[in-house]
């Protein structure tokens, strides 16, 4: 079974800071990340983008497409920070399993989803889902960082994994729903 997650990083547990010398830090960090987001069009990633291609191409190896020639899917992120995901293989797998004992995988397979909030870190050209449900049970209660760009109306995840020993580029291409009034 291919891969069906949309980027895969593992388990990526939330960071806590312990001890009271940590809060210096954060305080003194704080101010600059404040700065830094108003130099910056916070509303870029808020909106509804629509899955247009959805690619893992393994190092010398043939691109796989584990959601079809034309996924279907949903990337939504409102302007209070909430966020949900949903992408589906396209026609699905209708008669595929319903269970996997990996816990990376989506249940079923052919169908991804995941929501939560968000937070963006736009100089780094990263956002961070805080996932709080979906159907990757690994994903449930960690922090899911994705790698993107926008130009125009084109989002744009790129990142390599391991998958393995092996690398493995990943690509997610969506665009922007036009606002419907």
């Known amino acids: 079974m291919p891969a069906c997650l949309p980027l895969t990083h593992g388990r990526q547990s939330r960071r806590r800071f312990v001890g009271r010398a940590s809060l210096p830090v954060l305080l003194a960090i704080f101010p600059q990340m404040r700065a830094s987001a108003a130099d910056h069009d916070l509303g870029a990633l808020v909106g509804t983008w629509h899955l247009v291609r959805y690619v893992d191409t393994p190092e010398g190896g043939t691109p796989v497409q584990p959601f079809g020639n034309s996924p279907a899917g ?7 920070g909430n966020v949900s995901i949903s992408i589906m293989r396209n026609p699905p797998e209708i008669t595929a399993a319903t269970t996997d004992p990996d816990p990376d995988a989506c249940i079923p397979g052919w169908y991804c989803s995941y929501f939560g909030t968000y937070t963006v870190d736009y100089k780094r050209g990263i956002w961070i889902t805080h996932v709080v ?4 049970p690994a994903y449930l209660g960690t922090d899911q960082p994705r790698s993107f760009t926008i130009t125009h109306d084109s989002l744009t995840i ?3 994994y ?8 990943a690509e997610r291409v969506l665009v922007r729903s036009a606002p419907s009034h």
Not at 162 to 169: D, F, I, L, P
């Open 74 to 80: 949903l990337f939504v992120f409102t302007a209070d």
């Open 133 to 136: 449900g979906g159907n990757i």
């Open 158 to 160: 790129a990142e390599t």
């Open 162 to 169: 391991m998958h393995g020993a092996q690398g493995v580029r």
